[in-house]
Structures are given as structure tokens and as C-alpha cells.
């Protein structure tokens, strides 16, 4: 019996709606994964389904996917019926993350290629923090169960490996690599370049254009502040500025209502991101990632008013640098 088959077996006895769930605001690798998944879960008979996100999605590669792969997916709010009655099946995602919103479903499953948050009680998890990529892992999926998937299915895959792994240049495995290439064949290349055409908009690069002049740098580490804004632009962000000579590890954040948003960024063997991220934020905030990318949140209410949040970063940042360069 394949993961598929399991779960499916589990998804029949729904008491009503089953809905596929990515992180708050996602991105290539989680739209192409939700999407994989709701192709292979629709093909096994799985009904009323549907795929839900809790917040805006502004980066202009995200919302050029859902138009050309016509991604069925709707922000939570606008969800007929969203309950208690209902199943979630968490993707590129698990329950504690900062970066999921726990809706009133019953979080059954989860997909994902994070760092694993222990048992949550799901029915089924499939989770191997040793992809690069969920898309990797549903794409398994397909060709573990032999099912050709769709060209738009494939290219949108494809896709999600190529921009989680960076060109397949970071935290990339031997499962992303071998899905890479048994996808190519299969997808749409004339899809995945006007895609790599779409990845910034105008707004984008005023946000980039003002962040840039913030950055800071300590040695091999880089700081920048960007305004108020999503996940994924302060990610992108941080890989421009890794890729900058002598830089190889880079903390990104940006201050909001609720309080201070990070992404790290690093390309050291002696600094990995998901360890720079927990130090940042302990004892004040949530993190975690992979050894090259990470993310974490310190909410407002437990960021001292007589600190300056910038320095208190820095200095956290700079002294966990230091301490693993002598």
C-alpha cells in the first residue's frame, strides 16, 4: 500500500469537506504541491474538496501560477463552509508553525519538508525534512503509484522544486533531483520562462530599492529591514543579498502590527540557518527551517520596550556568528 493509498483510505471516512491547506501566504513550492495533491486525491474519488489559505498572496510569480495552472484555490474566508465538521490536510506546512493559521478543521495529515514539529496527532504524515521541496515529495507520489501526471500538474511541480531549491543549488536532494529531471520531460518549458519572467513586480522593486540601502554588513554576515511585508519578498530579498561577494549569511526582517518578521539566509557550513533562526528568537519568539533557509516571528508582547529591535537582532545574530567562528 503507497502514502497515497493510506491516505485516501482515511479521507473517505471525511465527515464532510476535506480541505488542502498551505502555509499562510504560499509560495511556487506550496501552490504546486496543493495542487498535486488535489489532482491525485480528486483522481481516487476524494469530493467536496478544496484548497484554502489564510492570507494575501502579492508575489507576482504566485499569482501568475494560480492564472496558468488555474489553481483552485481561495483564501479561507471565502470558504462556503470552513468547521469543526471538516478535515485539513496540511501541505509544505505542520500545526505550530508560525506561518499557518489553525483553522476550525481537524488537521488529519501533513506533507511537508520541514523541520518535523514532533507528533501533532495527525492520522498521516509524510514529512522528510531532507527535501529541499514538498513538490519533490508529491511528485514522488505520482510515480509511486504510476500516474503520469498532467503537463500543467508537472510544469507546475517542476516549478516548485526549481524555485525552493534555487536551480537546484540549495538544500537540494537526491529525491528533488531525481524529480526534476523525470518532470522536465513531462512540463511545459514555455510555462516555466515566462514564469522566471514574472517573478517581480513594479512594487516588488520599489520594496527591494528602499530595503537595499538598509543592509548592513558584519564580515560574512548581511542585515537588511525591509517595510511590512509578505513572507515570500522577504525571502527573495534575502537571496539577492546572499549572493552578494563576501556574504554568506544573511538575516532579513521586517516589523509589523503583531510584531517582527525574520528570514535567514546561509551558505556557510558553519552557520545553518535554522540554528541562527532558533537563537534569534529564543525565549521571545518561534523558528525553525533548513540548514540553508529558516524563518521565525517575535510577537510584539514579548519585545522589550527599552530595546531597539534592530540591535537587538544584530547583536543576537553577531554574537551566535562569533561564538561559531571563535
Not at 500545526?95 to 493559521?101: E, L, Q, V
Request: charged content about 25%.
Amino acid at each position: 500500500m503507497t502514502k497515497l493509498d493510506t491516505l485516501v483510505n482515511i479521507l473517505k471516512d471525511a465527515p464532510d469537506e476535506v480541505f488542502i491547506q498551505p502555509h499562510n501566504v504560499p509560495d511556487p513550492d506550496a501552490i504546486a504541491s496543493s495542487l498535486g495533491l488535489y489532482y491525485l486525491l480528486s483522481l481516487r474519488g476524494i469530493q467536496k474538496l478544496a484548497i484554502v489559505y489564510d492570507q494575501e498572496i502579492e508575489k507576482a510569480n504566485s499569482l501568475r501560477m494560480l492564472e496558468l495552472f488555474k489553481v483552485p484555490m481561495i483564501p479561507a474566508s471565502e470558504a462556503a463552509t470552513l468547521g469543526t465538521e471538516d478535515w485539513a490536510v496540511l501541505v509544505d506546512a505542520q500545526k505550530g508553525n508560525a506561518n499557518i493559521t489553525d483553522l476550525p478543521t481537524d488537521e488529519v495529515a501533513a506533507i511537508d519538508h520541514h523541520e518535523y514539529k514532533g507528533n501533532q496527532g495527525y492520522r498521516f504524515e509524510d514529512i522528510r525534512p531532507e527535501a529541499g521541496s514538498c513538490s519533490a515529495i508529491v511528485a514522488d507520489w505520482f510515480f509511486e503509484n504510476n500516474v503520469e501526471p498532467p503537463r500543467i500538474v508537472a510544469t507546475a511541480l517542476l516549478y516548485g522544486i526549481f524555485m525552493d531549491t534555487d536551480n537546484l543549488t540549495r538544500g537540494a536532494s537526491d529525491l528533488d533531483i531525481n524529480m526534476f529531471y523525470r518532470l522536465y520531460s513531462l512540463s511545459d518549458i514555455d510555462m516555466i520562462v515566462e514564469l522566471k519572467g514574472n517573478e517581480i513586480s513594479v512594487r516588488d522593486l520599489e520594496l527591494y530599492a528602499e530595503a537595499f540601502k538598509t543592509v548592513e554588513i558584519y564580515d560574512e554576515l548581511g542585515f537588511l529591514r525591509l517595510k511590512s511585508v509578505n513572507d515570500s519578498l522577504l525571502g527573495a530579498a534575502g537571496d539577492i543579498v546572499v549572493s552578494v561577494s563576501g556574504v554568506n549569511i544573511v538575516v532579513a526582517y521586517a516589523i509589523r502590527d503583531t510584531g517582527v518578521k525574520i528570514s535567514v539566509r546561509s551558505t556557510c557550513d558553519g552557520v545553518k540557518a535554522n540554528d541562527l533562526i532558533r537563537y534569534l528568537t529564543d525565549g521571545c519568539g518561534v523558528g525553525g527551517g533548513h540548514d540553508n533557509m529558516a524563518g521565525g516571528f517575535i510577537p510584539n508582547e514579548n519585545i522589550s520596550s527599552s530595546r531597539v529591535l534592530d540591535t537587538f537582532i544584530k547583536h543576537r545574530a553577531i554574537a551566535f556568528y562569533e561564538n561559531r567562528h571563535g
